[in-house]
């Protein structure tokens, strides 16, 4: 398929900075627009229109896929995500070269990194749609479209962020870090790190799995909703896929058995639940993990 730039010849009074619709006038029609989404093709303009608008303002952080509920749960707003998978229905595929590498795809990477207050080394990239908020760092890494990424966060080397994920401020995504991304099927969450979470290397965060504010999770640890959070002073199951806020969490395993034998399964093993004085202090906090023979 040819390519199909913004805004199409004969098209140019649409551009999506443009429209003044009311908010839940747009909601109304992308979710029109998604229940025909089969039909969907470049040259529906309309729809077309009111996608890219979704796009525009998820890029400068006016909208956003999830956030955290006055309550405390996370509340997903389906119609934008709709609007993405919309997206990808909407456009062509183009061609970009940069230097020697060629690259096919229907979305552009961002731009305007020095507007934005946003490092980015040479080696990184993020998709347009995705939001990067002031004093955030890129190493080489990856941030997908619908993502969210807050304040002062470290994306490190060879982190991914993948679509729709919600990261807080002052997080760190330590070398290697998955975040895992989801745009189906409906109504599935996405995962979020909450403010001042560390997350070691080589962690995988998973399938709308949550670390709660201030945690840190050991490197190598895994984390998804299938995945049990257990207590080691008590030994009782917390939560599943979900470190509460202050934790010291770590990869671990417990035994279960089956017809065929006794088998280790994974679990998250909560090892302390810090105190006040311990939360900001990151020598006290690599003491934690050394002494249970944990690195970050």
Not at 29 to 34: D, L, S
Not at 56 to 66: C, N
Not at 152 to 162: E, I, L, Q, Y
């Amino acid at each position: 398929m040819n390519g199909s730039p913004w805004p199409p010849p004969g098209f140019e009074d649409a551009e999506p900075r443009q429209y003044h619709g009311d908010m839940s006038d747009l909601e109304t029609r992308i979710n029109q627009w998604y229940d025909n989404i089969a039909d969907m093709t470049p040259e529906n303009l309309e729809a077309r229109r009111d996608v890219e608008l979704v796009i525009t303002k998820l890029d400068d952080g006016q909208l956003r896929v999830a956030e955290i509920g006055y309550q405390g749960d996370v509340v997903v707003h389906e119609w934008v995500r709709k609007a993405i998978l919309l997206l990808f229905r909407l456009r062509g595929l183009e061609r970009s070269e940069v230097g020697p590498f060629e690259y096919l795809d229907r979305l552009e990477l961002k731009r305007d990194y020095e507007r934005r207050g946003v490092r980015v080394v040479p080696g990184a990239s993020a998709r347009r749609g995705s939001f990067l908020s002031r004093g955030v760092i890129l190493m080489p890494s990856y941030v997908n479209i619908g993502a969210w990424v807050g304040p002062n966060t470290m994306v490190d080397t060879w982190a991914t962020v993948g679509s729709c994920a919600q990261i807080g401020a002052n997080v760190h995504l330590s070398g290697g870090v998955g975040i895992g991304g989801v745009l189906e099927p409906a109504n599935a969450v996405p995962v979020v790190i909450e403010d001042d979470a560390f997350i070691g290397s080589r962690c995988m965060v998973v399938e709308g799995a949550r670390v709660g504010r201030g945690s840190v999770l050991g490197v190598g640890t895994a984390l998804s909703p299938s995945i049990p959070v257990i207590d080691a002073a008590t030994g009782e199951e917390v939560s599943r896929g979900h470190v509460p806020d202050y934790c010291v969490a770590v990869s671990a395993n417990r035994k279960r058995e089956f017809a065929g034998g006794e088998f280790f399964l994974p679990c998250v093993l909560i090892i302390r639940r810090m105190s006040e004085g311990e939360r900001h202090n990151k020598v006290a906090l690599n003491d934690i993990l050394r002494e249970h023979g944990v690195g970050t």
